[in-house]
């Protein structure tokens, strides 16, 4: 009903200009029992919008708080050097993104870390470094 009553909106892309442009305003008179006055439209105008927004804020709250905390960088300045870590690599246009490595990490310093790439030293921004866990577990059962 909320979305019914907002595409027979009266605004400049609504019902009104359609009615206008194919001559059947003229037609429409007050005695039309489905037609409504514009003030009624307005009032279920307004009750669509409030409750999208009641909606939309009801969505927000779930995203926030499902939402995951940033990456715990404190973990990457514990690191010793010649430490395993993973490194963000972005996707190309349409693509995900991926972590590669692993990695040797060399250095951390303020928020770079200096990484040991098969071609060169890398500096990376810490955000885009994660420590490599190898699962033990896994590796005594293959």
Same mark, same amino acid.
């Given at each position: 009903?909320?979305?019914?009553?907002?595409?027979?909106?009266?605004?400049?892309?609504?019902?009104?200009?359609?009615?206008?442009?194919?001559? +059947? #305003?003229?037609?429409?008179?007050?005695?039309? +029992?489905?037609?409504?006055?514009?003030?009624?439209?307005?009032?279920?105008? !307004?009750?669509?919008?409030?409750?999208?927004?009641?909606?939309?804020?009801?969505?927000?709250? +779930?995203? +926030? *708080?499902?939402?995951?905390?940033?990456?715990?960088?404190?973990?990457? #300045?514990?690191?010793?050097?010649?430490?395993?870590?993973?490194?963000?690599?972005?996707?190309?246009?349409?693509? *995900?993104? #991926?972590?590669?490595?692993?990695?040797? *990490?060399?250095?951390?310093?303020? !928020?770079?870390?200096?990484?040991?790439?098969?071609?060169?030293?890398?500096?990376?921004?810490?955000?885009?470094? !994660?420590? #490599?866990?190898?699962? *033990?577990?896994?590796?005594?059962?293959?």
């Amino acid at each position: 009903m909320a979305f019914k009553a907002i595409n027979d909106s009266i605004e400049p892309n609504g019902l009104v200009p359609t009615l206008l442009v194919f001559g +059947a #305003y003229p037609y429409i008179t007050n005695l039309d +029992a489905p037609s409504l006055t514009v003030t009624q439209r307005a009032a279920v105008v !307004k009750k669509a919008i409030e409750e999208i927004h009641k909606l939309r804020t009801k969505q927000q709250v +779930a995203d +926030a *708080l499902s939402m995951r905390n940033g990456l715990r960088i404190d973990t990457i #300045y514990n690191l010793l050097p010649n430490s395993q870590v993973l490194v963000w690599r972005e996707g190309n246009i349409g693509q *995900l993104g #991926y972590w590669l490595g692993p990695y040797n *990490l060399l250095t951390v310093k303020n !928020k770079t870390c200096t990484i040991q790439l098969p071609y060169s030293p890398t500096p990376f921004r810490i955000m885009v470094v !994660k420590p #490599y866990f190898l699962d *033990l577990e896994l590796n005594n059962n293959l």
